[in-house]
């Protein structure tokens, strides 16, 4: 067996206490829920989980250590996500003064688009990259035959929690956010509330200390 029993008794819970800590991908998928309706908040959830599959499997082949690595890249990555969360901002700004009337197709608009920029948004967060690379290392076993299936197992572990969690949260900021709908100009402080969220990530993911 690639991973004992007794390692993933000592894995799952810490996996899970780190995804029940609020975070930067928590909320976001909170601020697309809020924005475009339960579908999209969980829709963002699944975004995230794609990214952090990405960054596992960057990891798991040793391209994240350039990022722990070389600072640089580090940078250049991380005022990325910031320029693009501002962007997000911007447009939640401006949505809130263009409203569209609500139709059957926007939520299945919304869905998809959400999960597009939430990976994106995963992505562009070279801590994540960081994290895994920092995290996984430890319950991983050379002895015990592949490092990089150990390495995807386990990140799969870390992200099916994740998901759950994020879900939850944009699932339930979305059934806020879809009763508000129907009421134009609540939903529209609403609209200019996720952008105050993004703007908030973006403050937040700029100013934190690698």
Partial sequence: MLIP???LLVFAPAALALNLTPGNDMLFCLGQGMRSGARAGIAAS???ATGVFLH???AAVGLAALIATHPGAFEVIRWAGVAYL???AFQAFRGSATLPAPDAAQPLRSAARAWREAVLVSLLNPKVAIFVLAFLPQF????RGSTFVQFMLLGTVLNI???VINGLVGGF???IGGWLWSRRRIAALFQRFT???FLALAARIAFERR
């Fill in 56 to 58: 596992t499997l960057a």
């Fill in 5 to 7: 029993f007794e390692t």
């Fill in 140 to 143: 991983v076993d050379p002895a």
């Fill in 86 to 88: 501002v962007f997000l």
């Fill in 46 to 48: 699944f975004g995230i």
């Fill in 173 to 175: 900021a979305g059934t």
């Fill in 161 to 163: 929690g994740g998901t």
């Fill in 195 to 197: 952008g105050v969220v």
